[in-house]
């Protein structure tokens, strides 16, 4: 491995994890592009890679902060992350069926999409007191 590469790879991580952090996103948002981008990698291996380090705790200091102060919903998570199993292993056996051509413009579609819905059609939800409570309840739990 080259030390460009090395330095790429160590850049690409750094602000994936910094978003993670910071807004929430970095596996199919930044590290996928960037895969592709500037280190050439096909559309399915940048998505394999980046699945690969999601497997691992990368985010486990981020989420350790976001519990302690009441912002995670234990239960909420346990159930997301058993239906993700699922759709990760089906959406995988979809993926490995198209060409890397069909690949990038579904990624694409679903940026824009994603894109779309935040910049025009999201509403501002506050919190209340008592779902505040709630959450903070299942914490101790």
């Known amino acids: 491995m080259s030390l460009t ?29 960037a895969l592709v981008l500037f280190l ?3 559309q399915k291996e940048a998505q394999g890679t980046s699945l690969g380090i999601l497997l691992l705790p990368v985010g486990i200091l981020a989420v350790v902060q976001y519990y302690k102060q009441g912002f995670l919903n234990v ?7 058993l239906s993700f199993i699922a759709g ?13 051509a069909k690949m990038k413009k579904v990624f694409a579609i679903i ?23 709630k959450i903070q309840q299942s914490k101790t739990q």
């Open 75 to 81: 239960n909420f998570v346990l159930i997301v992350a």
């Open 5 to 33: 590469t090395l330095v790429i790879l160590v850049s690409i991580g750094l602000v994936a994890g910094f978003l993670s952090g910071l807004v929430g996103i970095g596996g199919g948002v930044i590290i996928v592009p």
């Open 111 to 133: 940026m824009m999409l994603i894109a779309i819905k935040m910049l025009f059609f999201d509403k501002t939800k506050s919190i209340n007191n008592s779902e505040l409570t």
């Open 88 to 100: 990760g292993f089906l959406g995988s056996k979809l993926a490995l069926t198209l060409s890397d």
């Open 40 to 42: 050439g990698f096909s």
